[in-house]
């Protein structure tokens, strides 16, 4: 059983080396349904108390940069208009946002890189955009287990995101490990 368990989509983000052995870390694979499936098997078997999320993340709104905290999470990809309205799952009660508690940005999940502006992300104050935190999210809310974010901007949501990722994907850890530090996570 474990207290506090980290996901992260991909050993390139954050490497559990990187961690001590009491902080177990959990690769989730790119994309909603891997978060979600990984997500609700590492609940399952860690029965933790608290879900740490970090990853790397476009933004949308352009002052942000570095390290942020994630205090709201939207699905930026769902879209059954006329059904229900963008960002909402049709036919299904809620919720179609989750909260962390902390303070901080608005994140908006979808299994897609952005790479070009998006009107809807700016009219909904999105402020970065990831592929993961929703399911991550919505898993920990289904099992009552209370979730946080710290998403690395490592590019800018535009035409050139793919090569910035691929360059800057690495560069959060030593900002996310400080960040863990000064919770006192770091500590057994």
């Known amino acids: 059983m474990a207290s506090t368990l980290i996901l992260v989509a991909l050993e390139s983000e954050l490497t559990a080396s990187a961690l001590p052995s009491f902080l177990p870390v959990i690769y989730t694979g790119v994309g ?7 997500a609700q098997r590492a609940i399952a078997e860690h029965r933790p108390t608290r879900i740490i999320n970090f990853g ?15 205090a709201r999470v939207i699905q930026r990809d ?8 963008r960002g909402v799952t049709p036919l299904m009660a809620g919720p179609h946002h989750f909260l962390s508690g902390d ?8 299994d897609s890189f952005v790479t ?31 979730w946080s974010a710290y998403k690395f901007i490592s590019d800018d949501a535009n035409e050139g995101a793919a ?6 994907v690495n560069h959060g850890e030593v900002l996310f490990l400080e960040a863990l530090d000064r919770l006192g996570l770091l500590k057994g």
């Open 78 to 85: 769902m879209n059954a208009e006329p059904l229900a309205p």
């Open 56 to 70: 790397t993340a476009g933004k949308i709104a352009s002052h942000h940069n570095g390290l942020v905290r994630v």
């Open 32 to 38: 909603k349904v891997n978060a979600a499936l990984a």
């Open 163 to 168: 090569d910035d990722w691929q360059a800057k």
């Open 103 to 110: 303070d901080g940005v608005t994140c908006g999940t979808g």
């Open 116 to 146: 070009s502006r998006d009107e809807w992300l700016h009219d909904n104050a999105v402020d970065i955009v990831d592929m993961e935190l929703f399911a991550i999210a919505a898993a920990a809310h289904h099992s009552q287990v209370p």
